[in-house]
């Protein structure tokens, strides 16, 4: 368990440096920020001044050493727009992205749940017990960043339930989660349903059923079988999730990280995007880390034989 | 970090008997149905109605508010307007864009280069503490150490120091004789010494201007309350909450949901289905802004003159507006300046549209059939209302009179980047440019011949605007003006297009008149039949 965790651990590591320099590189490969801070008008001279007094004027290689250096040490420098420790910016947003991110997360696995269970746990069934997944089909044809707009359309304009944008009462939660569920509900319910099916059809199954059971108490047990591919699955999702909630927090001005990287990267606040995008690759790998370690949970064959689950 | 392990599934659910299965799942159905708009009519009104009755507004932001150091950020659309609110200026541009009082009652020049304040007795800040001659010259130190670094700075380039003549009275001294101080003193907001000694500005706020900060997140939302001890009038609506909807479907649906009430710097393209909605009122001005096509005078195809006004000639300047910008604004005649600013030229017209003259002139200069002009345009993405659908239209009328066009979109970054850092900036690149004090010299300062801004390296213009600027006169400094602007038509250095439609939009039976110059400031606020 320990070699395990140690093996993996350094590939994140690995995998947070190696992302983080590929941003570094293409973020000050874009230009000088002090050209952006500097008002309109502003001589050559002060914006040389600004440059110089940013630290944007050394060589690429002293700027990335120094950024890593200080990376390590736990240290952001300040925001340029904010005028404050990055981090502190990020920390104040992160809050909100994670509440959305989970809510939205929380809710698709619990509806795959619901759905895989409906539509898997009998063979054939006609319609009747098909119609969820022909929602879920609809929703995965449909882009999300038009689900979400057609989400505002309707319960926003046309219908006035649910706020649109900010993040200002309870319900303002509603149709941004929506969005992002959206996105990760159908392939976490196909996984799981056709797993479940796939479950069913083994002789265990059948042998329980012979036994006596109850078709419930078969089911459960095809159920526990069919979650490993859904946490993989899940925690496939979860990566492309961070990915969306910036294009979603954009569309419903939800004030996390994923809006916060759009306006730092139309700023040019170097040091806020990193600081961010730190965040999100942070997460990003931190819940593949966690899916690794809940194989462990899930199937005791990872955790024995002390090797990669893949 | 949130992925919740999946619940096992409940028996329920999985229950062999589909019909107890489908009554339960018709009725959770049901009432989850039921409850939705239920919980959403228990909402406390937050509509126009309710916040009328309520003095409240809810305007959204373009963009975050990302300091709120008013000596620390340049942007008027979005942190100015919110901590104009908040602090109190000298002087303050009013809605009909003439100077008007703020902390100071009265001004006069002394002296060609010495300005003498009279500040209102009553000012002060939110704890109490005088407005005085002390935080007058306090702040002004403020903003000329070097060492501060703040972003207003180069917004004063011949302020030189502050001198307090008595409590109430202050002079401000300037290096050279400066027409355009007042406009400037107008970005200049008040902080408290004491209190910035103990606090982080950038963070915090504590102004002597109507209303005090109740709520704010970098980035975030930011509430306001009105003061009940304001010094000044008090403002008619009574709490503003600023939502920051960066985008414009954003803005839009907000508005069309009632979640906003005031939103300045929509898009044209837009303008249909906002007209369309019977509970908003739209605005439609010029802004301070002018859109054109720079053109580099210094290198290329464009340093000939004859093909400068060839391009001016070769497109319909108002098929554009008339189609893209749906009406908004009219044609540029032939000006860099927007009427707005004090040294504006009357009585110039602009290049009509002529593409046979543009031909004729190409050919005049060498280009035709076998060798025809080819140009690079460049764009920002995303950056200017409707830049892109301008700039395609652009090339198409262009490629009509003969020129192939290339268009490059980049990031508005880059874009910066190569047009000031590397000096790269193509033979063609849309712009649109604004000087906050609204002055000509500020703006025309972009166009001679030693600014990086310019591209263009014309001796009679530069002189002209040099001229201008160190002379006292109205009357002589206008002609000056006027001899520049009639220079930049001839010489034509851009393509000249047209100001940057300005659309508001409010809910209906909120007062407020839109202003070219981008401040959205709720103290001019107030609801129909609302007290105050």
New interface residues.
């Given amino acids: 368990m320990i070699r395990f965790l140690t093996r993996r651990l350094s590939l994140t590591l690995l995998a947070v440096w190696g992302a983080l320099s590929a941003v570094f590189l293409v973020l000050h490969s874009?230009?000088?920020?002090a050209?952006?801070?500097?008002?309109?008008?502003?001589?050559?001279e002060?914006?040389a001044?600004?440059s110089h007094?940013l630290g944007y004027d050394r060589p690429l290689a002293e700027q990335y050493f120094s950024f890593f250096g200080d990376a390590l040490r736990g240290h952001f420098p300040d925001s340029l727009?904010?005028?404050?420790p990055a981090i502190?910016?990020v920390l104040?947003?992160l809050g909100a992205t994670?509440l959305l991110?989970?809510v939205a997360?929380?809710a698709a696995?619990?509806l795959?749940?619901?759905v895989g269970?409906?539509t898997g746990?009998r063979e054939g069934g006609g319609a009747?017990r098909e119609w969820p997944m022909w929602v879920v089909f609809l929703a995965q044809s449909v882009p999300g960043f038009y689900i979400g707009?057609l989400l505002?359309?309707i319960f926003?304009?046309r219908?006035?339930?649910?706020?649109?944008?900010?993040?200002?009462?309870a319900?303002s939660i509603v149709l941004p989660a929506a969005t992002l569920a959206c996105g990760v509900l159908p392939p976490l319910a196909r996984v799981f349903r056709n797993n479940l099916r796939g479950e069913l059809a083994r002789p265990y199954s059948r042998t329980g059923t012979a036994l006596g059971m109850?078709?419930?108490r078969v089911?459960?047990h095809a159920?526990?079988g069919s979650?490993l591919p859904?946490?993989t699955v899940?925690?496939l999702e979860?990566g492309a999730l961070l990915g969306g909630t910036v294009i979603v927090e954009?569309?419903?001005?939800w004030?996390g990280v994923g809006?916060?990287a759009?306006?730092a990267l139309?700023?040019?606040d170097y040091p806020l995007v990193l600081a961010d995008l730190t965040f999100l690759i942070l997460?990003f790998v931190?819940?593949n880390l966690?899916?690794d370690l809940?194989y462990g949970v899930l199937d005791p064959r990872v955790r024995h034989e002390g090797r990669g689950p893949r | 970090?949130?992925?919740?392990?999946?619940?096992?599934?409940t028996?329920g659910?999985?229950?062999?008997h589909?019909w107890r299965l489908t009554r339960r799942g018709a009725l959770g159905l049901g009432a989850g149905l039921a409850l939705?708009?239920a919980?959403?009519g228990c909402?406390p009104g937050?509509?126009p109605r309710g916040r009328a009755d309520a003095s409240r507004v809810t305007i959204?932001l373009s963009?975050?508010v990302?300091?709120l150091?008013p000596m620390?950020t340049?942007s008027v659309g979005t942190d100015l307007s919110v901590l104009s609110s908040v602090y109190s200026s000298l002087v303050t541009r009013r809605p009909d864009l003439a100077i008007g009082p703020d902390a100071a009652t009265s001004w006069r020049r002394v002296e060609p280069t010495r300005w003498r304040f009279t500040l209102h007795r009553k000012a002060a800040f939110a704890d109490g503490s005088p407005l005085d001659a002390d935080v007058v010259v306090w702040n002004v130190e403020r903003l000329l150490n070097a060492a501060n670094?703040l972003?207003?700075t180069?917004?004063f380039p011949s302020l030189k120091a502050a001198r307090k003549v008595d409590q109430h009275t202050v002079d401000l001294l300037t290096t050279t004789p400066d027409a355009d101080l007042l406009g400037a003193l107008s970005f200049l907001y008040l902080l408290s010494p004491r209190w910035a000694a103990r606090h982080?500005p950038?963070?915090q706020a504590m102004g002597s201007g109507p209303y005090e900060i109740t709520d704010y997140?970098?980035?975030?939302?930011v509430e306001l309350r009105a003061r009940d001890d304001y010094w000044g009038r008090k403002p008619a609506i009574r709490r503003v909450?600023y939502?920051?909807?960066?985008?414009e479907?954003?803005r839009v649906?907000?508005l069309?949901?009632?979640?906003?009430d005031a939103v300045a710097g929509l898009d044209p393209q837009d303008l249909d289905r906002l007209r369309a909605d019977r509970a908003l009122r739209i605005q439609r001005l010029d802004t301070t802004r002018m859109a054109f096509i720079k053109l580099n005078t210094l290198k290329g195809p464009m340093r000939d003159v004859r093909v400068r006004r060839a391009v001016n000639y070769a497109v319909d300047k108002r098929a554009i507006t008339a189609s893209l910008l749906k009406n908004t604004v009219r044609p540029s005649p032939g000006q860099l300046l927007t009427d707005y600013y004090s040294g504006y030229t009357d009585g110039l017209s602009g290049y009509p549209h002529d593409p046979d003259r543009a031909r004729a002139l190409l050919r005049e200069a060498g280009y035709g059939k076998g060798h025809p002009l080819k140009v690079t345009l460049r764009v920002p993405s995303g950056q200017y209302v409707a830049g892109e659908l301008v700039v395609q239209a652009v090339a198409q009328q262009l490629s009509e009179a003969g020129v192939s066009v290339r268009i490059d979109s980049v990031?508005?970054?880059?874009y910066?980047?190569k047009y000031?850092?590397e000096k790269a900036m193509p033979d063609m690149q849309y712009i649109t440019?604004?000087?906050?004090t609204l002055a000509a010299g500020?703006l025309y300062?972009?166009f001679v011949s030693d600014?990086?801004?310019a591209y263009w390296d014309d001796q009679e213009f530069t002189a002209a605007v040099a001229e201008a600027r160190r002379t006292e006169g109205r009357t002589a400094r206008d002609a000056l003006y006027a001899r520049a602007a009639r220079r930049a038509r001839d010489q034509a250095p851009v393509l000249f297009l047209f100001p940057q439609p300005g659309v508001y939009a409010t809910a209906e039976g909120l007062n407020w008149r839109a202003r070219p110059d981008d401040w959205v400031r709720p103290a001019d606020m107030s609801w129909k039949g609302a007290a105050g």
């Fill in positions: 874009s230009g000088d920020p050209v952006m801070m500097a008002p309109i008008g502003a001589p050559p002060k914006v001044q600004l007094a727009t904010f005028q404050q502190e910016v104040q947003r994670v991110a989970g997360l929380a696995a619990l795959a749940l619901a269970l409906w746990s009747r707009v505002v359309w926003g304009v219908l006035h339930w649910l706020p649109t944008s900010g993040a200002t009462t319900t109850s078709r419930a089911v459960r159920a526990y979650l859904t946490v899940l925690g979860a954009s569309v419903f001005s004030p809006q916060l759009v306006t139309q700023n040019q997460a931190l819940v966690i899916v809940l | 970090m949130n992925a919740p392990a999946p619940t096992p599934p028996p659910l999985s229950a062999p589909p939705t708009p919980l959403a909402l937050d509509t959204g963009a975050a990302t300091t150091d620390n340049t670094a972003r207003m180069s917004n982080r950038a963070t997140s970098p980035g975030g939302t909450t939502r920051i909807t960066p985008s479907p954003a649906s907000g069309l949901s009632g979640e906003l990031p508005f970054t880059v910066m980047q000031l850092q440019q604004a000087w906050p500020g300062g972009l600014s990086p801004y």
